[in-house]
């Protein structure tokens, strides 16, 4: 059968994992097409990965008409226009998170995206593809752990990390949009609800730099969902140890916890600091598997046909809600949504 | 030396447990009398640990003059006024928390402890003396994790011990004050702070009798302390795996994390079940040597003249705090203290 | 540049996994050619895995020059045969373990690869490949626990497998030979040492059929290296909770210890039966990622002219030491080498 | 009623931790006497402990008839005659293992005790009273396991302890006989059979000290039973990590690990070296409790007229084990017994 040619945007370090993925690990992929401001991004792509055909405007890599679908990786004020503009050139449309850093540029977006009815869209929430957050999903619909009340999220990035993370708060649209979009995606997706009200709080406890942005280096939220269920979640940007993604279902018959050492293999160490495990460094190492698999759906949703789960709903009420604990935390409120 | 002689109040399973310590495993201590309307506690009093001088009436047995302390296990609703009785008796007292269940109560009761200087005081938040938590504490005064900033603490009852705890709801206040008050006592320990605002959420879950007392089975709170700092605490009453007791102290430069785990011993079985260790059933088993150890110190602290670090205006912020909980949860809103 | 050709022999369910690694997730291979004496296996390939030639004569297959190397996936007792007909015709090799089940019979094949420099000869002890391991093995060469003088290594399957295993045992040599070459080439390349002395003890607890053929269903072995180190080899074929292959090495400064909760995913279950991680099933499963690596490594050496780490020697030593743990367990006695 | 009066011999750390025990932790329980030739270990008995009586004769302290119970606890050389002269002067006895360093010795102290039936003898193998010991045997029992048919233990002990350990090597009767009597008591017990035939290697891998007299600082050992089932036991005394007692017990139809971490409580420490739980520095701390509950047991059999379980037979085939564990290594040869 004839593969899926696809054209990425965005060729940043996220971008680059996603090419190399589509290049030479996803069946029926074939990335022939790249589009970056950067020249010495365009250049990787052709040297490293053989793409043959290289642009610095992505209207122009739009016109490409042998392309089948377009992956883009781009900065996130981009995703909006991005998505919007490759889906009304009749594309396949794989993005990165989150759709927009505003729910009303979200909403157009995902108007235009469910006007095009016979083109996949999809959104990069990969932990819904990690192994163990879909065992733990399946657990679940096997009625595994009774009815989900409670859903504890967080993301930890490593301190290092941190001081580089100040220069991108902005573009980001800071902590609750970066990092907890997708502790937000996936207690939506074990509560099945929507949020009704959140308080958020947190501080710049470590960097104060991240204060000049009203951002911060650690939070937590407490989220009310419409179901009546519970959320806490939380993000940090002070983890010594590794990154640090964890999630625990609590239901009523059992309970699930997903990723509470982030181990980076199955090696224990015991020696004169104890017995330990030595943890995964950045996210990109902790859902590889993830990054694999969610791309490979893309391709499997463009070749038998299929809608994938993950929907341009998805993205906005994610941003939606992360947009609500922003606020709740810049004005310390309790926000009813 | 003389042993300390003690006359204990309530007899129930907590009372007996520390009926036993104080009788057979607590150096220097001898108890010698003891108070409950329950002929056969007094029964087993007298037979099981030798307890010569048995009473039904509190008052008759402080007028016991050969007793040099009073220990107080009785219901919630008489802690205030047996504490305040001890002491006005000239004993020494030690009682299981809360002091009461309102603040004004707690604040009669702190005024007459802070009357009697020279009468040792202390309230039963075991907790602080289980080895695993004196280590956290330990260890952050050593600056092994920099600045505490998050205090994640939970208390989960076994599920086959909810219906019991429907009819002991009132009396015991709910459960923001009768699980929750440890946790409380938890976070102000390790975050040094006051609270100052609180959001709590819940609901019955899977028991629905206590909806009618305005109770949960699960909950959760966020706390925004006065320094800046936050706790989230939960409670549940679902639990299936075992009591499970959790608290997770984030720091600027590392993290503790005490008791993921509620093993029983250091057994693992590996069968068709997976690789798995079996849990402590109950608080008692789980703090056994906490319970032991704070007796203890209960004693060494009358022996040496010393006072406890645990003061009673400990009970009553914690109660307040438990209140403030209680109250956000009915009311669905944020309260600012 | 060019895709490396590959022609594979044997497709039951380990040549199945190999080849769907060579096709779809081996950069620069193509799997071009599949040889095997079962019609169905041969139309798996063609309709599955879109491999164009297939044979059911080996010698055919060889006679295709458009190859460049041969994958050998046979039954064991064919390993020897085919190595060194394809060393002979000239093309690269990748061969399953062991070499051969005699030791005289592997010094042939040796000898046949060694007289081939030209072209890469590789053999599937994939556990070199597998993350942990390779983790281990840098740990160890940092001089992190300083000099390795104990290795523990254990082979465990399911006992549910085990009937089946029955059968296979004669072709396969029996559980040392089977399952401990893959421990045996561990402890060596962990001590660089070779086997001096070795006494196995063992027996059919459970499954009394493979008495018949002198076999056991668990055995232990101990062993002596040249260079004073030690050794315990384990083989089981009746663990309830999984596929469990661990491995510890002790040295002077620290200890390292692999895969002691052979877990199948970062999931924790809490539940009436306690705080239990589900485990894997099978060794495809265990070593999914170190098959893909060992089939890169042999890819990568042919396209960088590079000679791989495992030798044809370390077969022929792994078969020579289990072939004296297999006659230590049916002689009860002390065997030197 | 009366409590049990109990003259110690032997006052080192561990006599002063049994001491302790008998004094403040045992009920019914009365230390009233203490034996050693070292007169600031009595003074410590009679300042730190109360004790009244204080001996530097031992056959002195035996003629204090008002004594109910021995407790001895002198070093190895005089079990034997301690235990005999002891048992010959009508007492109850409690003995530190083991009996003695020869066979001949123990079976001639065995036949002292079997002679009084009418009094109490019970060895020190605390391990038997372990909380997660004793959980094992009860799970075991209650068939969770279908058949034991290997246990795997080892005592591993701190490096930092090692250089000490040379000047005690000799009269401790070597590492087989000082760290694996345990090992080899739990086998036995598990396993319910003796000895066949063993293997035991080892060296001096990191303290040449040892060599002097023929000692190890790490060893390995594997045990064939009669009944056909298996033990491997090692020993160690180079650990970083802390005191490492771990067995490990495979049945037909589960396995229980016992150990395998030994942290020294419920904290973990999440910071740059990782996810890592603390351990126990030595034997004391690692069995507190098992040396309560023995003492414990004791004191009740006495009490309530039951003999031990564990009985002088049981010494003398620890012993008449452990011998020929060290012959095997120091002969390097498989020795049947």
Known sequence: MEKVKIGIVGLGRLGMHHAQNLQYKVRNAELTAACS???????AARKRLGVQ??????????????????????????????IAAAMKAGFHVFSEKPIAL???????????VETHQQ??????????????????KEKIEANAIGTPFLVRSQTSDLDKYAEFQVA???????????????????????????LESVYAIGGCYEHKAFEQYQDADNTT???????????????????MHGHHTTTEILGTKGILRIGYTPAINRVEI?????????????FYTRFETAFLLEAEEFINCIVEGRKPEITAEDGTRAT??????????????????
Chains 1, 2, 3, 4 share one sequence.
């Open 221 to 239: 939220a407490l989220c009310r969902f419409k179901n009546g269920t519970m959320a806490t979640i939380s993000a940090s940007r002070t983890a």
């Open 320 to 337: 939606e809600a992360a947009i609500a604990l922003t606020r709740s935390y810049k004005e310390n409120t309790l926000i009813r949504l």
């Open 53 to 82: 055909e290289t642009y610095t405007d992505y209207a122009v890599m739009l016109e490409n008409k042998a392309l089948d679908a377009v992956f883009i990786a781009s900065s996130t004020s981009e995703h909006a226009g991005h």
């Open 37 to 43: 401001l950067v020249p010495e991004e365009l250049e």
């Open 270 to 282: 015991l020696d004169h600091y104890g017995v330990r495990q030595e943890c995964v460094d950045d």
């Open 102 to 112: 505003e729910t009303a540029e979200c909403l157009r977006v995902q108007k235009v």
């Open 119 to 136: 083109q996949v869209f999809m959104l990069g929430f990969q932990r819904r593809f990690d192994p163990s957050y879909i065992y733990a």
């Open 168 to 194: 991108f708060t902005q573009a980001s649209g800071g902590i609750f949009l970066d990092a907890n979009v997708h502790d937000i995606d996936l207690a939506r997706w074990y509560l099945k609800s929507e």
